[in-house]
């Protein structure tokens, strides 16, 4: 089955940067998109940015220009970097494989003076 594990979350003050990575397992992962979504607490799961196979990138209206994500089809991970963090940033940060249905557990992000 699909696995999607992340790494790199943690505490950063304002205007700091930050990056995650995920490393997926069972699937052949240069074929398809992958994505990296957000919540924060009491809030609904938001999509913040996503990359096709052929590396197309979308990301959302409040992180672009702020955030880059990437692909290394040789490592079967994405990676999130995120530049300028704001604390509306502060959430825990999920790897989601849309094709496969498949979420990681999650990696807290914190923005904070």
């Known amino acids: 089955q699909v696995q999607l594990v992340e790494s790199g979350g943690g505490s950063v003050q304002p205007g700091g940067s930050l990056r995650v990575s995920c490393a997926a397992s069972?699937?052949?992962?240069?074929?398809?998109?992958m994505a990296w979504y957000r919540q924060a607490p009491g809030k609904q799961r938001e999509l913040v940015a996503e990359?096709?196979?052929?590396?197309?990138?979308n990301y959302a209206d409040s992180v672009k220009g702020r955030f880059t994500i990437s692909r290394d089809n040789a490592k079967d991970t994405v990676d999130l970097q995120m530049n300028s963090l704001k604390p509306e940033d502060t959430a825990v940060y999920y790897c989601?494989?849309?094709?496969?249905?498949?979420w990681g557990q999650g990696t807290q992000v914190t923005v904070s003076s």
């Open positions: 990359i096709t196979a052929s590396s197309n990138t």
């Open positions: 989601h494989a849309p094709r496969q249905a498949a």
């Open positions: 069972g699937m052949i992962f240069r074929f398809y998109p």
